[in-house]
């Protein structure tokens, strides 16, 4: 079972509690947005209809990793965040997307495997499948350059090397 599957279960998730889903289990994305900015993480660039945040949280087996449940149709996709710099060098192999002020690194299409850096985090975005939508997604967050020759804080470097969970 993949990190994707087992958010909604896993039981050290802890959610973040000045976020209060509505009746379906959405969470309004301008309280993301405050939150994520007071806080000093990331928010997804969420317009009317492109997607829903249904969990942002932290998980007390990574607790300096932010992650957010996004969903678009029948897809979810997990973003991950933590402050550091991506290392190039952890990701030379990876396909490389331009986007914005720097690029996205596919790690894997199958399960989907993204990581970028912007302003001082590292996110990683993971899905099952459907890499377009996953792409989309990736692109809701800022993208900008990693600075080259900073040591890297990449989530779960085990992945990165040995495939995507």
Same mark, same amino acid.
């Given at each position: &079972?993949?990190?994707?599957?087992?958010?909604?279960?896993?039981?050290?998730?802890?959610? $973040? $509690?000045?976020?209060?889903?509505?009746?379906?289990? $959405?969470?309004?994305?301008?309280?993301?947005?405050?939150?994520?900015?007071?806080?000093?993480?990331?928010?997804?660039?969420?317009?009317?209809?492109?997607?829903?945040?249904?969990? =942002?949280?932290?998980?007390?087996?990574?607790?300096?990793?932010?992650? &957010?449940?996004?969903?678009?149709?029948?897809?979810?996709?997990? =973003?991950? @965040?933590?402050?550091?710099?991506?290392?190039?060098?952890?990701?030379? /192999?990876?396909? &490389?997307?331009?986007?914005?002020?720097?690029?996205?690194? $596919?790690?894997?299409?199958?399960?989907?495997?993204?990581?970028? @850096?912007?302003?001082?985090? =590292?996110?990683?975005? =993971?899905? /099952?499948?459907?890499?377009?939508?996953? &792409?989309?997604?990736?692109?809701?967050?800022?993208?900008?350059?990693?600075?080259?020759?900073?040591?890297?804080?990449?989530?779960?470097?085990?992945?990165?090397?040995?495939?995507?969970?």
């Amino acid at each position: &079972m993949s990190h994707v599957e087992q958010i909604g279960s896993d039981p050290d998730f802890s959610p $973040v $509690v000045e976020l209060p889903a509505d009746g379906s289990g $959405v969470l309004d994305p301008q309280q993301i947005a405050r939150w994520a900015n007071d806080h000093g993480w990331a928010a997804p660039n969420i317009g009317a209809g492109t997607a829903r945040v249904t969990r =942002v949280g932290f998980s007390s087996a990574e607790p300096s990793h932010l992650e &957010m449940l996004i969903e678009r149709g029948s897809a979810k996709v997990l =973003v991950r @965040q933590t402050h550091g710099a991506l290392d190039v060098g952890a990701v030379a /192999q990876a396909r &490389m997307v331009r986007a914005g002020e720097g690029a996205l690194y $596919v790690i894997s299409t199958r399960p989907v495997h993204i990581v970028w @850096q912007s302003h001082g985090r =590292v996110f990683e975005l =993971v899905a /099952q499948d459907d890499a377009a939508t996953a &792409m989309d997604i990736a692109l809701l967050f800022p993208v900008s350059e990693p600075r080259q020759g900073i040591s890297s804080v990449v989530t779960a470097l085990a992945d990165i090397v040995g495939g995507a969970k």
